[in-house]
């Protein structure tokens, strides 16, 4: 199994796990990889597996997420379009968020700025999409923030309800909230 394939496995099982929940042990039996393996691929160790899934994750999302923002069509299109890329992303609802994910405990320390500059890129794409519209700079940025809210506070619903229906009616809506008329 190549590095980029043992990469997509690994991800599967921080995404289930988190970063302290996942062992060796997990990593060896997503990816059918002796430990003697995991070590040929990854040196040193789970830190240097996360930080390969956060790699793998950023270009996915740069490449997905980030540049159907920059892309062609109306702002409603393009939103639409990265709305149909989450869901991709987060194999519509039914997996937690990556980012999320390195946000707790030991992770957190690793990984924030990694974590910390995907959901700005995020928000800061989005804003420029919003300010296409007209929308203020900083009513811009407050409904990017949102926006993600929404996508994650979904996520945690999903898991908790054991139904993808809050994730799913989030990104049907994103379009519509984000873009709706500034009120007086």
Not at 7 to 18: D, L, M, P, T, W
Not at 26 to 52: C, D, V, W
Not at 147 to 176: H, Y
Request: with cysteine; charged share 20%.
């Amino acid at each position: 199994m190549d590095r980029s394939k043992a990469v997509e496995k690994i991800a599967k099982v921080f995404r289930q796990c988190g970063y302290e929940g996942t062992t060796l042990s997990l990593i060896s039996e997503a990816t059918g990889l002796g430990r003697a393996s995991l070590y040929h691929h990854f040196p040193n160790g789970k830190q240097e597996m996360a930080a390969a899934v956060l790699e793998h994750a950023g270009k996915w999302f740069g490449e997905n997420i980030l540049a159907s923002l920059q892309g062609e069509g109306t702002p409603a299109e393009r939103i639409a379009c990265m709305g149909d890329h989450l869901s991709q992303f987060y194999d519509y609802g039914r997996s937690a968020c990556l980012l999320a994910v390195f946000t707790l405990g030991e992770s957190d320390q690793l990984f924030h700025s990694h974590v910390k500059q995907m959901l700005n890129a995020w928000i800061d794409h989005l804003t420029v999409v919003l300010a296409e519209i007209s929308i203020p700079a900083q009513q811009a940025r407050q409904r990017a923030e949102d926006a993600i809210i929404q996508v994650q506070g979904a996520l945690v619903l999903v898991r908790v309800l054991d139904s993808t229906e809050p994730f799913e009616r989030i990104v049907q809506q994103l379009s519509v909230k984000l873009l709706e008329p500034i009120r007086d």
